[in-house]
């Protein structure tokens, strides 16, 4: 059985999308993965796409989704650190990755926050497969 997780942010244009395609390339034998954000936004932002391309992963195809989009309810929920309140999604687990926007910035700014996301989302997959989190052993919250 694969796990429900969604990756939020305010325009699901960056951060969230580098979350998604990490996800989606390692934890693929163990997640549905998605990703939105809570406003509307145009595309994904180009330098994005382009240090995820350096790193292997094809995110030519992806597109900003709002809330709607994704499923109803989630087993695993991590907000990106957007320092808003994202509006309530029912989860088994929930954290805030608490990660800086590099959008604006050099493509180096970029870089870092994709190297980043890609061990958060490896030390996700391995305390989901280690047990550290205990999934559809609760209710949702």
Known sequence: ?????????????CRS???????KALGKNIFDVYSAGTEDY???????????EEAGIDMSEHHPKLLSDIPEELDILITMGCN????????????????????GGPIEGFRVTRDLIKKKVEE????????EINLHQIEFK
Do not use: T
């Open 84 to 103: 808003v309140v994202c509006p309530f999604v029912p989860n088994q687990h929930m954290e805030d990755w608490g990660l800086d926007d590099p959008s």
């Open 17 to 23: 999308q580098m979350a998604e395609g990490w996800a």
């Open 42 to 52: 145009p595309e994904v932002k180009p330098l994005a796409v382009e240090v995820m």
């Open 124 to 131: 996700l997959i391995q305390r989901v497969e280690e047990g």
């Open 1 to 13: 059985m694969k796990y429900k997780v969604a990756f939020i942010c305010v325009h699901n244009s």
